[in-house]
């Protein structure tokens, strides 16, 4: 049994992985199987030393999930980045160092929601709808085709916080190994559990530190065992309060948010 979910298990985390850079969702980069986006005026920031663009084939051909073993199940070339540098294009840096040089190691102290400063606090919940309305530049959504074939996929522009939205949603769809359907949903239901969430909020704290200009903003954590229901967070100065028909009020932002969806098949 533990070997039989060691496949699963190894699809779900690159899975959780993945995303879509909008120069590799061009009709010739899906074709081609080639995946180097420009970054600073070069593939993969080459010239300013970041990386490169390495051919691979790492396909397996049990798998016919182009989401499994992400991003080498799709693409023959990718972006191979040197150093502290990551992302589709090397752009960005991994997780904790930050600087033009991705050098500089800044490590997280969360803080639990009630121990942020109101200056903390307002920054958090204004960083969290900049990035709703925010067009993102580095990744667009899925919003159509055949789950797991990328060539009959459509894709739309959408914002920094529906990105990492969109990419859970889609890890969490059911996978397909040698032409069989899992019952399983992608990161909910198996040993990824931990590691391909761990890896979302990465994505995500690096998005809003990006956005507020904080290098050294952290997620903040909610400890609920310490409230008997939501009413802690579902307030004005934290996640809106929740009216009588069971929706956020106004003035929060999130008053306005709308959930987006996919129509995968």
Request: net charge neutral.
């Amino acid at each position: 049994m533990m070997l039989s979910l060691i496949p699963l298990a190894l699809c779900l985390i690159t899975t959780a992985k993945g995303q879509f850079h909008p120069d590799c969702t061009t009709k010739d980069a899906i074709w081609n199987r080639r995946c180097c986006p420009v970054f600073e005026g070069s593939e993969c920031g080459r010239n300013s030393g970041r990386g490169s663009c390495q051919r691979y084939q790492l396909r397996d051909p049990n798998i016919t999930d182009t989401r499994c073993n992400w991003p080498h199940q799709q693409y023959d070339e990718i972006c191979s980045c040197n150093g502290n540098y990551d992302g589709p294009d090397c752009g960005d840096c991994k997780p904790y160092y930050h600087g033009p040089t991705c050098s500089e190691y800044i490590p997280c102290v969360r803080k639990e929601l009630r121990e942020l400063t109101a200056a903390e606090k307002k920054q958090f919940i204004n960083t969290l709808c900049l990035a709703k309305t925010t067009t993102s530049t580095r990744c667009v959504a899925q919003t159509g085709g055949t789950l797991g074939d990328v060539r009959t996929y459509t894709f739309q522009p959408v914002s920094d916080y529906d990105c990492v939205v969109a990419l859970h949603a889609i890890s969490s769809m059911f996978v397909n190994i040698g032409g069989n359907w899992t019952v399983r949903g992608l990161i909910h239901h198996g040993p990824a559990f931990l590691p391909g969430h761990r890896h979302l909020l990465f994505n995500f704290e690096r998005m809003l530190q990006k956005l507020s200009g904080n290098n050294s903003f952290c997620l903040p954590y909610w400890d609920w065992t310490k409230d008997s229901d939501t009413g802690a967070v579902c307030t004005d100065d934290l996640f809106g309060r929740i009216g009588s028909d069971g929706t956020i009020q106004a003035p929060s932002c999130f008053a306005d948010w709308k959930v987006r969806s996919l129509s995968l098949e």
